[in-house]
């Protein structure tokens, strides 16, 4: 079989480097790898493919950076014209970015099967486009691979089949894994004590203030702060002119670093304040206190594992909560989330395919209390139409039985 990788985000090439390698060590599976070309520069995509050996993609469409629709509908047609033209038997997608609801929807419209690699994440608030990505491919996904037992049951609370649902663990820990092992033992590059702060969230840069706040709240921090900035918050701080106000503090601003640089620097570090939804799994995983300048966390289960701690952006709160998180006593490591999920979701997938059941099902809407209304194949000229299975439209459902002789008689059915 075929399978389409879509990747277009420095989170996304990393966290599916397990799927990528699981597809590419299985004889019956071929792989398309497709990158939207979201993030473009060196250090935001090409250092990634590098330090993890993963292989230059099929196709580069070349979307770039553009406000949130025209991004999403600039992958959707890119896409669309690389799918017209390649056979694939399902497109995976990773996370939450718009180049992931973009090839999704793209994918599902042309009948192509999609699924979702870390499904079922919620951070309940849409005032994040990332919230409002990850519904809309849930929804049109097949397959759903969650992280994690939250996410399961987010999926199962939204009414998904459950048959649709594999709690498949966490890629990024399979990264991770890798991630270190290629470090090894490793050395200190930066003396502790030390931070690491990494902010990109749209809501926190675009927002002159939040922005201001957070930077001074970095500042503020009872220790150094090495802070590799992500383009989108140079480019906001250069443009509200808040360069200025970090320059003599303790606020080390560097460029985005390399994933093993960057895991080094973590793993060395006393204390991280972040936005970043990678950063906080890694985070709780190495064990470390974690500051999130945020109001909600699709990763909750690393707050309640003593790790995360939710902060507003404000700098003197920002600072306060650093120093009391680091006096406090170090929370004991926790199991959070299993290793091994690209493995699983490459397995999933050939079962599926084996059985024929890759495709979404049409719902069945008598878990949900409407009636069903399906359209089976086309038998000599005539549709036929099949109820659910015990007749719960004509015995108890009147107006709707109502509405259905109507469609009956305008398009000349027979009731199978
Ligand atoms: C995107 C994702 C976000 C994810 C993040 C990972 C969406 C809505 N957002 O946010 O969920 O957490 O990626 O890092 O999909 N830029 C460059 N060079 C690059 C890439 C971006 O200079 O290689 C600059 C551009 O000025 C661009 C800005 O960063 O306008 C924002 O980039 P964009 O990809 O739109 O969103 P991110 O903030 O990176
Ligand atoms: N990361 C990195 N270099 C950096 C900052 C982050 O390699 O300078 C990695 C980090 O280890 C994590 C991922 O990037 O795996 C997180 O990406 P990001 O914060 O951009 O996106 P999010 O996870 O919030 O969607």
């Not at 929804?139 to 089949?161: D, K, T, Y």
């Not at 809407?365 to 109820?387: A, N, Q």
Request: aromatic residues 6%; negative net charge; proline residues 5%.
């Amino acid at each position: 079989m075929r399978i389409a990788v879509v990747v277009g985000t420095r989170p996304e090439f990393i966290k599916t480097w397990s799927v990528i390698k699981a597809i590419r060590n299985r004889s019956d599976m071929d792989l398309l790898l497709v990158h939207t070309g979201q993030h473009y520069d060196y250090e935001m995509s090409q250092a990634f493919f590098e330090d993890l050996s993963i292989e230059a993609p099929d196709y580069h469409l070349g979307v770039g950076s553009h406000p949130t629709v025209e991004q999403t509908t600039s992958v959707m047609n890119r896409l669309a014209e690389v799918l017209a033209n390649e056979m694939v038997d399902i497109l995976l997608v990773q996370g939450d970015t718009n180049s992931c609801m973009g090839a999704a929807v793209a994918a599902v419209q042309m009948g192509i099967p999609v699924g979702h690699i870390e499904a079922g994440c919620r951070s309940y608030d849409t005032t994040m486009p990332e919230e409002i990505n990850r519904i809309v491919i849930d929804s049109v996904s097949s397959l759903l691979f969650a992280p994690s037992a939250i996410a399961h049951s987010n999926l199962l609370r939204q009414g998904c089949e459950p048959d649709t649902i594999v709690l498949a663990g966490n890629t990024s820990v399979d990264a991770l894994e890798e991630g270190l092992r290629l470090l090894g033992d490793g050395v200190d590059t930066i003396e502790r004590p030390y931070a690491v702060a990494t902010i990109h969230r749209a809501g926190n840069t675009d927002d002159k203030n939040r922005l201001e706040q957070i930077l001074l709240g970095l500042g503020s921090l009872p220790m150094r702060c090495v802070f590799p900035v992500h383009p989108r918050t140079k480019k906001k701080i250069e443009e509200f002119g808040l360069g200025k106000s970090v320059k003599e503090s303790q606020l080390m601003m560097v460029p985005p670093m390399g994933y093993l640089t960057f895991l080094n620097v973590l793993r060395h570090s006393n204390l991280i304040v972040t936005d970043s939804g990678g950063v906080q799994e890694e985070a709780a995983l190495l064990s470390k206190p974690t500051l999130t300048v945020r109001n909600s966390t699709e990763w909750p289960e690393t707050a309640w594992a003593g790790f995360n701690l939710l902060v507003p952006a404000v700098g003197s709160k920002i600072a306060e909560a650093a120093r009391r998180l680091t006096q406090a006593p170090d929370a004991e490591p926790k199991h959070l989330y299993e290793s091994g999920a690209g493995e699983r979701i490459v397995d999933a997938i050939a079962d599926r395919h084996r059985r024929g059941r890759l495709a979404k099902e049409l719902i069945n809407m008598i878990d949900t209390g409407y009636p069903i209304l399906k359209l089976s194949d086309s038998v000599e000229g005539k549709v036929l139409m099949s109820f659910d299975k015990s007749g719960f439209l004509s015995s108890r459902q009147n107006g709707k039985r109502f509405l259905l002789e109507v469609y009956r008689e305008l398009t000349n059915q027979e009731e199978t």
